[in-house]
Antibody
């Protein structure tokens, strides 16, 4: 069965960087793009970025351009999302997600809480 | 970026009610739309993909319709476990934007 397992919660200071991992299993890693979505406390869902694990091409929301970097390691079927120059507004739960059989995220990681606080 | 506007933002209803949530796109997106249900502290759960296809394991009281710019999610007879927040998301073009959410509460 498809599983997306994310790394644990992080606490960072403003200006620092955070790198969150998402380890995939139960399918061919290079066959599906991986996406990242975040949710600030009490707020809605926000699409951030995607990576094609096959060729490592990426697409980032303009809001995060220059601050977010997505990479992948095909040997461990893991995708990484790094967000730099953190500010308090980046405090959120970060999810990795993958499409299912159609246009919709049928599979989600459990979420990683990133807290930015001085 | 394509904007999605959901209405209403919140909704009070009773068990057994029929409920409709609307999602309007700022430009045509064909049928590239999904609906999710989210409960507090949980990841979103896919209900509908490709605008009208029911995800496996999702009860048949959930249905989706629409194409182009106007879409609806309908719950035919609300059950206690359906009280949650619902989101639409477009897959027509990056960034894959979400609607702002509709919070469905018990009346």
């Amino acid at each position: 069965q498809v599983q997306l397992v994310q790394s644990g919660a992080e606490v960072k200071k403003p200006g620092a960087s955070v790198k969150v991992s998402c380890k995939a299993s139960g399918y061919t890693f290079t066959s599906y793009y991986m996406h990242w979505v975040r949710q600030a406390p009490g707020q809605g869902l926000e699409w951030m970025a995607m990576i094609n694990p096959s060729g490592s091409s990426t697409s980032y929301a303009q809001k995060f351009q220059g601050r977010v970097t997505m990479t992948r390691d095909t040997s461990t079927s893991t995708v990484y999302m790094e967000l730099s120059s953190l500010r308090s507004e980046d405090t959120a739960v970060y999810y990795c997600a993958r499409r299912g059989s159609g246009k919709g995220y049928g599979y989600w990681g459990q979420g990683t809480l990133v807290t930015v606080s001085s | 970026a394509i904007q999605l506007t959901q209405s209403p933002s919140s909704l009070s209803a009773s068990v057994g009610d029929r409920v409709t949530i609307t999602c309007r796109a700022s430009q045509g997106i064909s049928s590239a739309l999904a609906w999710y249900q989210q409960k507090p502290g949980r990841a979103p759960k896919l209900l509908i993909y490709d605008a009208s296809s029911l995800e496996s394991g999702v009860p048949s009281r959930f249905s989706g319709s629409g194409s182009g710019t106007d879409f609806t999610l309908t719950i035919s007879s609300l059950q206690p476990e359906d009280f949650a927040t619902y989101y639409c998301q477009q897959f027509n073009s990056y960034p894959y934007t979400f609607g702002q959410g509709t919070k469905l509460e018990i009346k």
